[in-house]
């Protein structure tokens, strides 16, 4: 699976934008990015996954880039809920296994 | 949320003392997962399991032993305890084949004093 690099951590301020970007430049083409979190001491919470194609769910976006050497994730109006650590996995889902790396600690202040 | 537990959710043990976790799932998820997070730090794979008996190492195996009699329980055995295994242990569990989406249990906070 192909390594990811992320910041240490990040803010925001309430309400606005969250971005959160994962640099994932030796992704292979049948790899997935997923995207996590994990708020205090709790198990890790899925967010998003995609391939190519940028995506969103109601949690989140998840922009792409279209040669996948990196990825973003946007959570639109980030709340005080929302921090947490965020990690970016990139995973070759036929594999069957992968592992977290240190994540991003993003913290929403109001 | 997904129907999993683990048990016990703390313990503390001794150095040389064996110890089971036990992960349990509700959900008849094909594949589950057992992981150590130390802090400040990412989660770390011990071991996996893709069905019942087939298991299969992760990145840091080494002093774990897993088994997977029927589908709803994973066992994680640490044979003899040493302190290096003092962490937080998750497990989780994933039900679609080519894909990684993962739910989570609430951890087993583990002290090997």
């Known amino acids: 699976d192909a390594k990811t690099t992320q910041p240490t951590s990040m803010d925001c301020a309430e309400g606005r934008a969250a971005n959160l970007p994962c640099n994932h430049s030796?992704?292979?083409?049948?790899?997935?990015v997923y995207w996590y979190r994990q708020i205090h001491s709790q198990g890790p919470q899925y967010i998003i996954h995609?391939?190519?194609n940028n995506e969103t769910n109601e949690m989140a976006s998840l922009i792409i880039t279209e040669d996948r050497k990196s990825s973003t994730l946007i959570l639109p109006h980030a709340t005080l809920r929302d921090t947490a650590v965020y990690y970016c996995?990139?995973?070759?889902?036929?594999?069957?296994?992968?592992?977290f790396g240190d994540g991003t600690t993003l913290t929403v202040k109001p | 949320d997904a129907g999993i537990t683990q048990s016990p959710r703390h313990k503390v043990t001794e150095t040389g003392t064996p110890v089971t976790l036990r992960c349990h799932q509700t959900?008849?998820?094909?594949?589950m997962y057992w992981y150590r997070q130390d802090p400040g730090h990412g989660l770390r794979l011990i071991h996996y399991?893709?069905?019942?008996?087939?298991?299969d190492k992760g990145e840091v195996s080494d002093g774990y032993s897993v088994s997977r009699s029927k589908t709803e329980d994973f066992l994680l055995t640490l044979e003899s305890a040493t302190s290096s295994q003092t962490s937080v242990y998750f497990c989780?569990?994933?039900?679609?084949?080519?894909?990684?989406?993962?739910?989570f249990g609430p951890g087993t906070r583990l002290t090997v004093t």
């Open positions: 399991s893709y069905g019942v008996k087939d298991t």
């Open positions: 996995i990139a995973i070759n889902t036929n594999a069957g296994k992968s592992t």
């Open positions: 959900e008849n998820h094909r594949y």
């Open positions: 030796t992704i292979s083409g049948n790899e997935y």
């Open positions: 995609g391939l190519k």
């Open positions: 989780a569990i994933s039900g679609r084949v080519g894909s990684y989406e993962q739910y």
